[in-house]
Nanobody, 127 residues
């Protein structure tokens, strides 16, 4: 059974940092695109970042413009884990953050391209 479990969320002041983790189990995800999405109250789930496999041990990373330069997505294939390092956090980053896996490795920004989802972890940034 495929399972994605996020952790690392919490309450932080504006300007602070958090590191989210997504532990995958049930299969090897090294050739999957792994993405992070977020959903704020009353809003649709939106793309944040994705890491796609580009062959061998190489991966590409893509970000939504609003987090470029502040967030970094990375992965540890040996641990089947994906991370999202979030720095210089802003109140508008407050949301539930979800990890997702795309077996086609397309690296897309639509939620419909992803096959597996975690349960989410709450990130709250106070002003």
């Amino acid at each position: 059974q495929v399972q994605l479990v996020e952790s690392g969320g919490g309450l932080v002041q504006a300007g602070g940092s958090l590191k989210l983790s997504c532990a995958a189990s049930g299969r090897t995800f090294s050739r999957y695109a792994m993405g992070w999405f977020r959903q704020a109250p009353g809003k649709e789930r939106e793309f944040v970042a994705v890491t796609t496999w580009s062959g061998g041990s190489a991966y590409y990373a893509y970000y939504v413009d609003s987090v470029k330069g502040r967030f970094t997505i990375s992965r540890d294939s040996a641990k089947n884990t994906v991370y999202l390092q979030m720095n210089s956090l802003k109140p508008e980053d407050t949301a539930i953050y979800y990890c997702a896996a795309d077996r086609d490795n397309s690296g897309g920004r639509s939620i419909h391209e992803y096959d597996y989802w975690g349960q989410g972890t709450q990130v709250t940034v106070s002003s």
